[in-house]
T-cell receptor, first 111, second 116 residues
Framework: QKEVEQDPGPLSVPEGAIVSLNCTYS??????FMWYRQYSRKGPELLMY????GNKEDGRFTAQVDKSSKYISLFIRDSQPSDSATYLC???????????FGKGNQVVVIP | GAGVSQSPRYKVAKRGQDVALRCDPI?????LFWYQQALGQGPEFLTY????????KSGLPSDRFFAERPEGSVSTLKIQRTQQEDSAVYLC??????????????FGPGTRLTVT
């Protein structure tokens, strides 16, 4: 079993819809949680960064962490065609130097 | 300012050849990471440098893989005697502070290696 599970199934939504993505993890020591966006043939771009449990909002993006359930989520409101990309969750332990990534979710926003 | 840059962007190697992949991190970034991303997968950690010191190389898949960062800035990932299973995108990331202080890593565009 991988440390971080992310259902890689592609997700197609109409423009303006809410996109909901999530990851589960097995390592209870994870404390730092990130969401990256990766466009085709580009490197991952950091979107959101949260520490421990709770919510964080940045414009149309909201990240949620529920450490008791080992579950993190990313919501994209009012989705735009430019949001079409692969979204990767990543997490790490305090004092560690490696990020553990999920497989990524491919999101397509249809105009 | 300039982001992380990597070269070459694409590399085709015949099985058995040696390759060298270069990473230029963001200026002043202390930490540098290499990841391997297979098709349809998330990045997998390979190795970590703090300045010129390689503090973690536990993710390197075999002794054919070697990385260096001799002056604490540019880094090179070398793969000897390439095999088909080495085909992947190799991503470099840098972070402003030492690991354990900053967890925000900024990625380059990657080098896509194809071994034929």
């Amino acid at each position: 079993q991988k440390e971080v599970e992310q259902d890689p199934g592609p997700l197609s939504v109409p423009e303006g819809a809410i996109v909901s993505l999530n990851c589960t993890y097995s390592n209870s020591a994870f404390q730092y949680f990130m969401w990256y966006r990766q466009y085709s043939r580009k490197g991952p771009e950091l979107l959101m960064y949260t520490y421990s449990s709770g919510n964080k909002e940045d414009g149309r993006f909201t990240a949620q962490v529920d450490k008791s359930s080992k579950y993190i989520s990313l919501f994209i409101r009012d989705s735009q065609p430019s949001d079409s990309a692969t979204y990767l969750c990543a997490m790490t332990v305090y004092g560690n130097n490696r990020l553990a990534f999920g497989k990524g979710n491919q999101v397509v926003v249809i105009p | 300012g300039a982001g992380v840059s990597q070269s070459p962007r694409y590399k085709v190697a015949k099985r058995g050849q040696d390759v060298a992949l270069r990473c230029d991190p963001i200026s002043g970034h202390v930490s540098l990471f290499w990841y391997q991303q297979a098709l349809g997968q998330g990045p997998e950690f390979l190795t970590y440098f703090q300045n010129e010191a390689q503090l973690d190389k536990s993710g390197l898949p075999s002794d054919r893989f070697f990385a260096e960062r001799p002056e604490g800035s540019v880094s090179t990932l070398k793969i000897q005697r390439t095999q088909q299973e080495d085909s992947a995108v190799y991503l470099c990331a840098s972070s402003l502070a030492a690991s354990g202080i900053s967890y925000e890593q900024y990625f380059g565009p990657g080098t896509r290696l194809t071994v034929t």
